[in-house]
């Protein structure tokens, strides 16, 4: 297996430097390791704001390195101390003693450098599976098998190594990536290898703000980079596109979805399935709605049972065209958006809408039974009252308008 011969490389080859260093070069490198493992990730917490300034501009790529760092530095540390040591007493026995106990020195020496060098190499081992475990933890979801680069293959043949030889339960107990880490990489393996739930993603009540941002906008209607999800291309060709490296390069933006995605992980990953998120399940208003003309007409021909034939047909042929694109939004934050949207508040005659399609902005308030919209355009500001259904809105205006739910 892969990983056992990784092993024994390692192993084999610090005990061969072990018996060349000697047993204080050995000792020193132990104790850093040690110290290492034990600082990396204090240390790497401010060592990652460096490495943004340096040029790294993915922050979780730093966020990874970070640590990574400050061990080498550590080790980099004690070697340096190691070798004045090693010198001052290679010199005291070289200068100061006989010929018999310099040989006698150097023979210990070399012997115990071999012997303490393989717990090194055990506790590099340790540490190496430490890091396998959760790098492959992602890359495993995300393998193509052929079409992935060799080193991502070999870093899965290395994950599931350790899972069949049982050395993933050491990487466990030495793991210190938090639950979350876990967490994030199932959902995205959920939505990797099911590419037709982005549309499901996209309306999840907390990220219909994220959804709404033009570089999601973007990345929706580019039917290249959706025909990429769609013939599961390896992953980094996929992090490879623009529309997905406008996002990736974004610190900022990552930020704000790793803010937005973490505290809904677990409800997140249930609504996927379930197409339920239990979370936010109490406020009914959450969520994007589109315009249905015909339950819009029925209210309409109720309001007035007089009209003709002829004028309700002028005034369907209208609000078809008017509405056509129109959709209500309402996230968390108690934002709401209508978008595509003409002028609320009926034409002169049924057949021309007055004015374009506008995308009014503002915000829902819960009314115990009933809900209230604050829309405003550069204009004016209007508030609606808003009633629900079941999966239908109605908005309460010079007619009213009614919405169906996006599922």
């Known amino acids: 297996m892969t990983f056992w011969l990784l092993a024994l490389v390692l192993l084999a080859s ?144 290395l994950g599931h190594d350790l899972q069949s030889t049982g050395f993933a339960k050491v990487a466990r107990a030495t793991d210190r990536m938090p639950q979350v880490w876990y967490d994030s990489a199932d959902l995205a393996g959920v939505i990797y290898n099911n590419p037709l739930s982005e549309a499901r993603l996209a309306r999840y009540p907390a990220l219909l703000g994220l959804a709404e941002r033009p ?98 047909l002028q005034w369907k042929r209208w609000m078809v065209s008017a509405f056509s694109k129109t959709c209500l939004v309402a996230m968390t934050d108690h934002q709401a958006l209508l978008k595509n949207a003409p002028q609320l508040k009926l034409p002169t005659a049924g057949v021309t809408a007055s004015g374009g399609l506008q995308t009014l902005k503002g915000e829902w308030k819960d009314l115990d039974s009933k809900y209230q919209l604050t829309l405003a355009n550069a204009s004016k500001e209007e508030q609606l009252s808003a009633t629900i259904e079941g999966d239908h809105l109605t908005i309460a205006s010079e007619m009213a308008l009614v919405f169906d739910r996006e599922d």
């Open 14 to 157: 610090l005990a061969g430097i072990g018996y060349r260093q000697g047993v204080i070069r050995v000792a020193f490198s132990f104790v850093g390791i040690l110290v290492g493992a034990l600082l990396a990730g204090p240390l790497g917490k401010l060592i990652q704001p460096l490495l943004v300034v340096l040029g790294l501009k993915t922050p979780p790529l730093a966020w990874l390195l970070a640590p990574l760092v400050a061990f080498v530095l550590i080790s980099i540390i004690f070697k340096i101390a190691a070798l004045g040591v090693h010198k001052k007493v290679d010199v005291y026995f070289r200068y100061h003693t006989g010929d018999l106990r310099q040989v006698l020195w150097e023979r210990l020496s070399r012997r115990l450098g071999l012997c303490l060098a393989l717990a090194n190499g055990a506790l590099y081992l340790i540490l190496l599976s430490s890091v396998i475990y959760p790098l492959s933890y992602w890359t495993v979801q995300m393998a193509t098998e052929d079409k992935d680069p060799r080193m991502m293959r070999i870093l899965n043949r």
């Open 215 to 312: 570089e999601f906008q973007d990345m929706a209607n580019d039917t290249q980079f959706t025909e990429l999800l769609l013939r599961h291309e390896p992953i980094l060709t996929v992090l490879d596109h623009p529309k997905a490296q406008a996002i990736v390069q974004n610190p900022e933006m990552l930020r704000l979805i790793w803010s937005t995605v973490v505290p809904d992980l677990k409800d997140l990953s249930d609504y996927l399935v379930s197409n339920k998120s239990a979370k936010y399940a109490s406020q009914k208003i959450l969520g994007r709605w589109n315009f249905n003309v015909n339950m819009t007409m029925n209210l309409f021909r109720r309001a007035k049972p007089n009209i003709s034939s002829k004028e309700m």
